[in-house]
């Protein structure tokens, strides 16, 4: 089957039972994508003909505004014919170079009680030039890989922030914690993703859940130790107070940088918690018109479905919200939900 892409004049084949995102990296086409489960919304395409089926049912990852508009999400999406498709616009921006390296853990410092800082130093001969907001992937056996987004800005890339939690029996993340990494030597792949920062001069929001921070701290630190005058304001969910392993750094970075305006929000505090409660997206609703800024979400698939259906219906236009969802990857999450099912 044949899927040709309206503005580009280019096209690519796909395989019956092929996801058209899959077919389109497979062709050598990097259309935008991210979470590849079908809930950030990234891969999102206008249907201009031809038909689509969901085999896994219909995607969080689009509104039912997005839906009535014709559009689908080629990470999930099959071809039942040949199709024509039009996808979201690519920001004007350089395009890196996808490398496959090795690299040796650096160094392992704990965060928190679940969240490790991984340092990566790559060859002496090699770089990984990368936007900030994007990942790399590290890769195991078996064809299998888990995706981190790079913390470090692109100005500072001498050795690679990954921002990791733990997992519980987790192939990658459990020996992390279980003894010293360091040292260890790694294959990765990257960069990738679209989820990056776009230049401009309007104001900037920006909301993370968890390690969902991670690309947005490289977002930060790029605009803040660049210079470039934006106003900033982060939301940073997290469940508790011990789950907060980055305030005091984000703390700092606000303290001079006066554009820059912080607020961490927990959903589970305890009662000596000063702070604002509940879900981040919402704290940041009622403080700011949201149509006012160009918005950039990461962390959890719930949170980010969240922030596309409350953010549509306060009138935020789709192509102003970026959004970055922290999956599972498919191998880890069929584990995980075997495990939960023989706990049950």
């Known amino acids: 089957m044949r899927v040709s892409l309206t503005k580009s004049h280019r096209s690519f084949s796909v395989r019956p039972g092929e996801s058209l995102l899959d077919g389109a990296l497979a062709a050598g086409l990097n259309l935008p994508h991210s979470c590849k489960s079908g809930n950030c919304g990234a891969c999102r395409a206008r249907l201009h003909s031809g038909r689509i089926e969901y085999p896994r049912g219909a995607p969080l990852g689009l509104t039912a505004t997005e839906v009535a508009e014709g559009y689908v999400l080629m990470c999930q999406a099959r071809a039942t014919g040949d199709l024509e498709l039009e996808p979201i616009e690519i920001h004007a921006a350089t ?16 965060l928190s009680h679940d969240v490790l800082r991984v340092m990566l130093r790559l060859p002496a001969v090699e770089s990984l030039d990368h936007e900030a907001g994007q990942y790399i992937d590290v890769l195991l056996t078996g064809g299998r890989r888990r995706s981190f987004s790079i913390a470090s800005p692109p100005h500072d890339a001498k050795l690679l922030e990954l921002h990791v939690r733990r997992v519980a029996g987790g192939e990658f993340t459990e020996p992390l914690f279980g003894r010293d990494a360091t040292g260890r030597l790694l294959e990765i792949e990257g ?3 679209r989820f990056t920062y776009r230049d401009g001069l309007g104001p900037l929001l920006l909301l993370g859940g968890g390690t969902g921070l991670a690309p947005l ?39 001079r940088a006066p554009r820059l305006h912080y607020v961490p929000v927990l959903s589970a505090p305890s009662a000596d918690w000063a702070g604002r409660r509940g879900w981040v997206h919402e704290a940041a609703l009622e403080d700011v018109d949201p149509r006012a800024y160009e ?27 970026f959004s970055d969802s922290f999956d599972y990857a498919p191998d880890a999450l069929a584990r995980h939900a075997s495990s939960a099912a023989t706990r049950s």
């Open 295 to 321: 918005i950039y979400a990461s962390g959890p698939p719930e949170m980010i479905a969240a922030v596309r259906r409350d953010f549509a219906a306060h009138g935020v236009d789709a192509g102003r919200l």
């Open 217 to 255: 701290w490289s977002i930060l630190r790029h605009v803040v130790e660049n210079h470039i005058d934006r106003e900033l304001r982060l939301y940073w969910g997290v469940r508790a107070e011990q789950d907060l392993y980055a305030d005091a750094p984000l703390r700092a970075l606000a303290a």
């Open 191 to 193: 960069p990738l993703g």
């Open 95 to 110: 395009e890196h170079a996808t490398k496959r390296l090795p690299c040796r853990i650096d160094s392992v410092t704990a």
